[in-house]
């Protein structure tokens, strides 16, 4: 009986939030191991089939650089990064809209259909949603490689009103219609703007932002988007958490309420950082005031 009881107090713990993000629009970056392991990615699908069964309006964006990775290698080709960018000449841009917007896209819209949620998978380069231009990093020419311009958000939020779970893969065109490989991080960002979107949340292979990257007990829970500046001085936030929270910083400037940092090895990651009080991950808030969720 006392296993039934904490189930219940379970779903009674989880009811506030519920109502709070019923109708609410909550992006996902899909991405890092929850795309490789089988059973984390039917975890996150479930998640994701949860939130959408209980009122939530979820928008996934997914990346794939690991399986763009393997195709590559497949044909003998290597892959070369500069700045964190991959290199993209146009057998690479080839490639990647294929795994992208193909092999990866309608996988992950066939796991939702599966649990019987509607989906469709699309790319920026539907409906002209994402326009691009090229990206140059300190003036270097790295191929087919896009910088964000602009995002008509006006077929994702007709599928969203169509109840189908929007699932973006992260290829965009420029005025010259010219394919372009986009860094999914920024893709979900700019989606979450402009969708004015409550939540924007980063599924990553690591547990959030460590205060000492060795001791996974200085988890920061919450960040204040005001106090990213002065973390990243005193050295709380280096490497490659400092462009995540860049980016982060971002979104919520441009309208997005709160972003989370996940680590999506951990089963039901999302269920447990939105539906419980503690949650597992690290959340960037704006308002001083804004508590809990």
Sequence with gaps: MDKYINQAKTLMEALPYIKKFNNKIIVIKY???????????????????????????PVVVHG?????NEMLSKIGKESVFIDGLRVTDDDTMEIAEMVLSGN???????????QGIKAVGISGKDGMTIQ?????PGGKDIGWVGEIKQVNPELIISLIEDDFV????????????????????YV?????????????????DVEGVLRDINDLDTLISRINVNDIESMKEEKTITGGMIPKLDNCRKSIEDGVNSVHIL????DHC????????????????KTEDQDGK
Excluded: C, W
């Excluded at 794939?64 to 763009?68: E, S, V």
């Excluded at 992260?170 to 219609?177: C, G, L, Q, R, V």
């Design 64 to 68: 794939g650089g690991k399986k763009i």
């Design 263 to 266: 680590d999506g090895r951990q």
């Design 188 to 204: 979900a960002s700019a989606v979450a703007s402009s969708l004015k979107a409550e939540k924007l949340i980063y599924l990553t």
């Design 166 to 185: 929007p699932v973006v893969a992260p290829i965009a065109t420029d005025k010259n219609n010219h394919t372009y490989n986009i860094n999914a991080d």
């Design 31 to 57: 991405g890092g191991s929850a795309m490789i392991d089988e059973q984390l990615k039917m975890s996150v699908i479930k998640d994701i089939t949860l939130m959408k069964l209980v009122g939530i309006k």
């Design 132 to 136: 691009a231009e090229k990206n140059m």
């Design 104 to 114: 990866i896209n309608k996988s992950i819209v066939q796991m939702f259909q599966q």
């Design 270 to 285: 999302l269920l447990l950082e939105l539906f419980t009080n503690s949650g597992i991950g690290t959340m960037i808030y």
